[in-house]
Nanobody
Framework: QVQLVESGGGLVQAGGSLRLSCAASGFRFRNYVMSWYRQAPGKERELVASISSAGGSTNYEASVKGRFTISRDNAKNTMFLQMNSLNPEDTAVYYC?????????WGQGTQVTVSS
C-alpha cells in the first residue's frame, strides 16, 4: 500500500525556519518525481516544489524560490523541504505528493503556522 507521511510542521515566528520530512513506503520511491504542495485556508492547493527521481533537478514556485530547498534521500525513501525566512503568507497545510501512472497519492499533511 502506497503511503506518504509528513512531519516537521509547527508554529514559528516570521523569519524562522522549519524542515519538513516525507517518509514514503509501498512503491519504488527512487523511480518517481516527488512534490510538496500547500493549501492555505480558503485557497486552492498549490505546488510548492518538485524534485526529479534522482534529485538532480528541482523546481520551485516563485514566492518560495531562494527561501525553500527541496531534497531527497533515496536510500531512506524520504523527501525533505527546508524552509527558511518564513513569513505569514507561508502558513498552510503542507502535503507530500507522488503521481504514479497519472494517479496522485497524498499524505495527511502537516500544519505550518508562521506568526508575525
Amino acid at each position: 500500500q502506497v503511503q506518504l507521511v509528513e512531519s516537521g510542521g509547527g508554529l514559528v515566528q516570521a523569519g524562522g525556519s522549519l524542515r519538513l520530512s516525507c517518509a514514503a513506503s509501498g512503491f519504488r520511491f527512487r523511480n518517481y518525481v516527488m512534490s510538496w504542495y500547500r493549501q492555505a485556508p480558503g485557497k486552492e492547493r498549490e505546488l510548492v516544489a518538485s524534485i526529479s527521481s534522482a534529485g538532480g533537478s528541482t523546481n520551485y514556485e516563485a514566492s518560495v524560490k531562494g527561501r525553500f530547498t527541496i531534497s531527497r534521500d533515496n536510500a531512506k525513501n524520504t523527501m525533505f523541504l527546508q524552509m527558511n525566512s518564513l513569513n505569514p503568507e507561508d502558513t498552510a497545510v503542507y502535503y507530500c505528493n507522488v503521481r504514479r501512472n497519472g494517479v496522485p497519492t497524498w499524505g495527511q499533511g502537516t500544519q505550518v503556522t508562521v506568526s508575525s
